[in-house]
């Protein structure tokens, strides 16, 4: 360009002075001549030039749009706005330099502009993101902090109103209402009769509540007759109890153990005065044994225990049991002084332990409370006598009617030589009816107690309650175990809302409508080798056997769940057989035979008549530990089998 510069220069002198003299024009036409001249050449050097410099441009607008190209596929294998916004960023500080350079240039690179433009808008972009971000994170944490207000304002009239339920049952002031005694009339023992004290007693609001706690839960879906209550179970055991030591003290016989296999009868006299007293206690013990139940019965045991542990207690009995041992040291207390009853004496007839013990040594009648135990509870005692004949009636199947009046007569005390403490064993005439109590408990368990109906709707109960607690943090497990069956119910369903698994599972169980077994029972006596099987029944034989039985189910429930959506993973369910139906406690009750004023001691296995019947039953249940598989009807088919389909590959 320089080059055609130097030449015009040169040529335009030699044209101004040579053209006159060879043309001979006028000064104005070459004057007009000159000038177009100047003007072609003028536009042919700005050609080159703009050409020249267009060139450079259409370079660096090339390599432009392809560093924008580059950055946008970029932007689009990356799905945060952050890193988006880091690229753009980037992108505009290495554009810089030619930013400056369009701005100057604008007329001839007004594409470059465009793409500048758009730079800068997505930077824009990319702060009013940051900004829409701080002002949602600002909005979550306001309505996280609105939603766990409002949750505790949720909470707390329902809390409020089951703790102050439960305060009034645990009242601890004196029931003074006098009343006489009574007989009372029963549709199993026909009638007994209830002291003074006793019939005071049922005024207090602890025990009242056993009138609408039912025996035995959700049977009634099935049978609509079983509809026996708590209350009444414990009456039967009271009379029971009389019935057992009026005969142990009218045939006034002690079988005192010599050596591990025979001993000799001693005279049991007992004073009036002294037999009195036992009386009391055995009748009162009995009626109160129950009172620690939660609502439905043994439904929420494990769950129970379970929870206790999470929050450090740790209990290594049957939570009604210590429920009701504590109280009666706790809450009955004062009404049992009024009526000249020892709290401390009763909790340890429910539930003895050596603390206890040493309270209540030095009493006179302390010798004798073993016995009164082991006549309400051992491997067959006046409590299952009751609730097999009485469930049995309540619900119409036949398989618990035994001979009470027969089994409660062949009781025998029984006394280790050198023990200050008493037992219960039987009559060997008793064998072949033991051997009928025997075979109707387990036939109770296999018709009535463990009916699928009924464990699905226990183990609806149990995952709606932990759900509940799970949600409404404040709320006491003590204060909800003194409630009913129905208050349980009506505290879930009122205190949430329509969509909630818990208001879900809690509204089928007040229109009796139950999760359906969806895969026969899983043996796991024949799944041997199958690992969930043989985890579940080495956790039986451990310390925290409760624990973790309470645990795997659960575990196992989730991993079925997994093929449903979160909405619906409320409707299965995963049972598994507790641990304490692994063995026929039976077998070892004690078996007497007398002669001559001696007697021949062996366990009930030993026993040649009772061998048969013991291998049977044996046999039976050892197939009782197994796995159930519950689910929703309302899943549909494909899903059921889906789920169907995981529990097989999951147990065998």
């Keep these: 360009m320089g080059l055609v510069l130097a030449c015009w220069g040169v ?34 050097v700005h050609s080159l030039i703009k050409t020249a410099f267009l060139k450079k441009d259409a370079d660096l607008l090339a390599s432009i749009k392809n560093a924008i190209r580059q ?69 979550r944490k306001r309505l996280e902090e ?75 879906q099935e049978q609509p007759t079983a509809l026996h209550t708590r209350l009444t179970h414990s009456l039967g055991v009271a009379r029971n109890v009389e019935f057992a030591l ?30 009195r007293r036992l009386f009391q206690l055995a009748k009162t013990a009995a009626l109160l044994h129950d009172l620690g139940h939660a609502p439905f019965g043994h439904s929420l045991d494990r769950f129970t225990v379970a929870r206790l542990c999470q929050s450090g207690t740790k209990i290594t009995e049957k939570p009604d049991k210590y429920y009701s041992s504590k109280y009666v040291r706790s809450h009955l207390a004062e009404s049992l002084r009024l009526a000249d009853i020892d709290a401390n004496a009763l909790a340890y007839i429910i539930s003895p332990s050596p603390e206890l013990y040493e309270q209540i040594k030095n009493e006179t009648w302390t010798p004798y409370l073993s016995l009164i135990t082991a006549i309400i509870d051992s491997e067959l005692d006046a409590d299952r006598i009751d609730f097999l004949i009485r469930d049995s009636h309540s619900t119409g199947l036949p398989y618990g009617l035994i001979n009470a009046p027969a089994l409660l007569s062949s009781m025998l005390p029984t006394q280790e030589s050198g023990s200050s403490g ?127 039985q309470y ?15 979160d909405d619906e993973k409320w409707m299965v369910e995963v049972y598994a057989t507790p641990y304490d139906r692994f063995e026929i406690k039976e077998q070892q009750i004690r078996i007497i035979q007398e002669k001559d004023g001696t007697f021949e001691y062996s366990t009930l296995a030993e026993v040649d008549e009772a061998k048969d019947i013991i291998q049977m039953l044996a046999q039976r249940v050892r197939r009782n530990p197994r796995i159930e598989v519950f689910a929703h009807q309302a899943l549909g088919a494909d899903k059921l089998a889906r789920i169907r389909e995981a529990a097989k590959h999951l147990f065998y």
Aim: aromatic share 8%; hydrophobic share 40%; with cysteine.
């Design 422 to 548: 008493y037992g219960i064993a039987f009559d060997r005439s008793a064998v072949g009816l033991i051997g009928h109590a025997v075979h109707a408990r387990i036939n109770m368990y296999e018709n009535c107690y463990e009916t699928p109906a009924k464990i699905a709707s226990e183990t609806m109960l149990t995952n709606a309650l932990r759900g509940f607690l799970d949600t409404h943090a404040s709320m006491k497990i003590e204060d909800l175990l003194v409630l009913t069956d129905d208050e349980l119910l009506a505290v879930m369903l009122g205190s949430t809302g329509p969509g909630d698994p818990v208001h879900k599972l809690a509204e089928l169980l007040v229109k009796q409508q139950y999760f359906s077994r969806i895969i026969e029972p899983i043996r796991m006596s024949e799944h041997r080798g199958a690992l969930e099987c043989d985890r579940y029944l080495m956790a039986a034989t451990g310390d925290d056997a409760v624990i973790e």
């Design 551 to 565: 645990a795997m189910p659960l575990e196992w429930q989730e991993r079925l769940a997994r093929t449903l959506s």
């Design 11 to 44: 040529l335009v002198p030699i044209v101004a002075v040579a053209f006159p003299f060879i043309f001979q024009w006028p000064t104005l036409v070459y004057a007009i001549l000159l000038l177009l001249v100047n003007l072609a050449v003028a536009v042919i």
């Design 71 to 139: 950055y946008r596929e970029e932007m689009d294998r990356n799905a945060e706005p952050y890193s988006r916004s880091t690229i753009l960023a980037y992108f505009a500080q290495d554009c810089r330099d030619f930013v400056e350079y369009v701005l100057d240039h604008e007329a001839s690179i007004g594409t470059t502009t465009r793409d500048y433009q758009e730079v800068t808008s997505l930077d824009t972009a990319r702060n009013q993101l940051q900004e829409k971000d701080s002002a949602l994170k600002l909005t």
């Design 246 to 275: 009026q005969r142990i003290f009218d045939r006034a016989k002690l079988y005192v153990l010599k050596s591990e296999n025979s001993g000799e009868v001693m005279k049991f006299d007992i004073p009036a005065e002294l037999r």
């Design 146 to 220: 609105s939603n766990a207000k409002l949750q505790r304002s949720l909470e707390s009239p329902i809390t409020d109103f089951v703790s102050t339920i439960a305060e009034t049952r645990r009242e601890t002031n004196a029931i003074a209402i006098r009343k006489p005694g009574r007989i009372i009339t029963d549709p199993v023992f026909h009638e007994m009769y209830l002291e003074p004290e006793l019939n005071a007693l049922l005024q207090h609001p602890l025990l009242d509540r056993l009138r609408s706690l039912k025996q035995l839960s959700f049977t009634y």
